[in-house]
């Protein structure tokens, strides 16, 4: 099974490919999209519907997995960062993707084994779990892939 895992943002939204194999985890790619600072709104979404269809048209994953939006002291911006979920969930609904999502603790604890744990940690684990070379950069790339790790390891056999 191929699984998205999404880390979603206005600026930069972070991204993790991973296919689940009968016993392992298999990196398949991760990255970022980013849109401009001054780069109006509705324009930043626009473009990130862009850039993530030719993300799902290339990589043609089966489930698409995002973290549960936390709201912090800014409304703004979460309410800017509950528009690019809007934005991912659009796209993975058109192509019939299912879709997930955690809170950020049920991550951490799948992957570091710790709900409260450090960034820094997850991205160690996330580096030893898919035997990467490096730890994914920038963070937001590695949250995609802590996302995706998540799901694959929260999921019974044969369930997306």
């Not at 991973?18 to 979404?45: F, S, W």
């Not at 800014?74 to 809170?103: D, K």
Request: charge should be neutral; charged fraction near 20%; hydrophobic fraction near 40%.
């Amino acid at each position: 099974m191929r699984i998205l895992g999404i880390d979603p943002g206005t600026a930069i939204t972070g991204y993790g490919l991973l296919d689940k194999k009968p016993g392992k985890l298999v990196h398949v790619a991760h990255g970022v999209i980013r849109t401009p600072a001054k780069m109006p709104l509705p324009e930043r979404y626009c473009m990130l519907y862009n850039e993530l269809n030719l993300l799902l048209h290339e990589y043609q994953p089966e489930v698409l997995v995002t973290e549960r939006l936390f709201f912090s002291s800014n409304v703004n911006t979460g309410i800017a960062v509950g528009g690019s979920i809007g934005v991912v969930l659009l796209s993975a609904a058109q192509r019939g993707i299912a879709w997930h999502e955690y809170r950020p603790a049920e991550v951490k604890l799948a992957v570091v084994g710790y709900g409260a744990a450090e960034k820094q940690q997850v991205q160690y684990m996330v580096t030893r779990l898919l035997n990467l070379v490096e730890a994914p950069k920038p963070d937001d790339a590695a949250d995609g892939l802590a996302i995706a790790i998540c799901h694959a390891n929260s999921i019974s056999p044969g369930q997306k």
